[in-house]
């Protein structure tokens, strides 16, 4: 296995063995970052996190700088060949984590994927979920925003096949020496089964998409 990185993305090259879905993670080493009050805003904003955009402009603090430690925790589904088994649903344990509830390599176009989403061991519940990626031929999907019910699970449509990816971001005020403390949780995939291509077997190449 061989792990490239560019620029805001990182690339793992994998010969796999026998036919069947894999799970990949990658934990990211928690990072701090200094910020405007317009930059983190604007992060706030993207990412659909509105509770703490709500408070800083209650407690009118929306100019405020802030300092800020961020962790990522990255995981692809990778299918080999038509056979099917059980690991594309496996947790790996993370405090932020996507749980995919069926094998996306076998949603079919114009069906949901659905996707449940775990923080600190719990439902993430009334979550924004995003999900974006590019298709075949490279265009971006456009990026499609929902937020998860009351067990958490995001209800994602995939409308064209191609490389996707869905993350959410939880960010919380912390107390041990920085302003604010995000975790954030993406799943990438390839939706093949949408062409009506069944992915073939052989050398690998995830892309694990990081929105910053």
């Known amino acids: 296995m061989a792990i490239t990185a560019r620029r805001d993305t990182s690339c793992i090259n994998h010969r796999t063995g026998e036919e069947g879905t894999s799970v990949l993670g990658l934990l990211v080493k ?20 509105d509770e703490i955009l709500v408070e800083r402009t209650r407690t009118d603090t929306l100019g405020k700088g802030v300092n ?68 075949p031929g490279g265009a971006r999907h456009q990026e499609i925003r929902v937020r998860t019910d009351g067990e958490g699970v995001a209800t994602i449509p995939l409308a064209a096949a191609g490389k996707w990816y869905v993350k959410f971001v939880h960010a919380r005020l912390a107390s041990d020496g920085v302003d604010y403390l995000s975790q954030w949780a993406t799943l990438a995939f390839e939706s093949r089964q949408a062409a009506g291509v069944s992915p073939p077997p052989g050398p690998v190449n995830t892309f694990l998409e990081e929105s910053s």
């Open 68 to 135: 800020e430690r961020y962790a990522k925790r990255v995981k692809a589904i990778f299918q080999v060949g038509a056979a099917q088994s059980d690991t594309w649903g496996t947790p790996l344990g993370y405090a932020a984590e996507a749980v995919p509830l069926e094998n996306p390599y076998f949603v079919k176009r114009g069906a949901t994927l659905r996707v449940r989403c775990w923080l600190a061991g719990k439902p993430a519940v009334n979550m924004t979920v995003s999900a974006g990626g590019r298709t």
């Open 30 to 49: 928690p990072r701090e970052i200094d910020l405007t009050g317009e930059q983190f805003n604007g992060n706030l904003k993207e990412e659909g996190i």
